[in-house]
Nanobody, 123 residues
């Protein structure tokens, strides 16, 4: 069992940056793969980035590759998403997710989800 809480969202101008954090409860954080997803109104939940248990491998959606960076700190029990060069189309609610036997890009393969944090990018 793990509980996830996102933070760091807000309003930013196009071209700006935000750093999202996802804090996990418990002592089993390092046993989970972690992912970031987002969902805009009227759209499906979209995969953004994933990171393996020890942080050795990462994977990114084409839409954010080169702009977003996922990382994790297994001592602090936290996963991060550094977002640079933000665009208005990045506006969405951002979610972190955890799972053990995940298919990285498939939302339904993750077992636990945070409540989300709003990111709004103005033009």
């Amino acid at each position: 069992q793990v509980q996830l809480v996102e933070s760091g969202g807000g309003l930013v101008q196009a071209g700006g940056s935000l750093r999202l954090s996802c804090a996990a409860s418990g002592r089993t954080f390092s046993t989970y793969h972690m992912g970031w997803f987002r969902q805009a109104p009227g759209k499906e939940r979209e995969f953004l980035a994933a990171i393996t248990r020890s942080g050795g491998s990462t994977y990114y959606a084409d839409s954010v590759k080169g702009r977003f960076t996922i990382s994790r700190d297994n001592v602090q029990n936290t996963v991060y998403l550094q977002m640079n060069s933000l665009k208005p189309e990045d506006t969405a609610v951002y979610y972190c997710a955890a799972g053990r036997g995940v298919v990285r890009t498939i939302a339904t393969s993750y077992d636990y989800w945070g409540q989300g944090t709003q990111v709004t990018v103005s033009s």
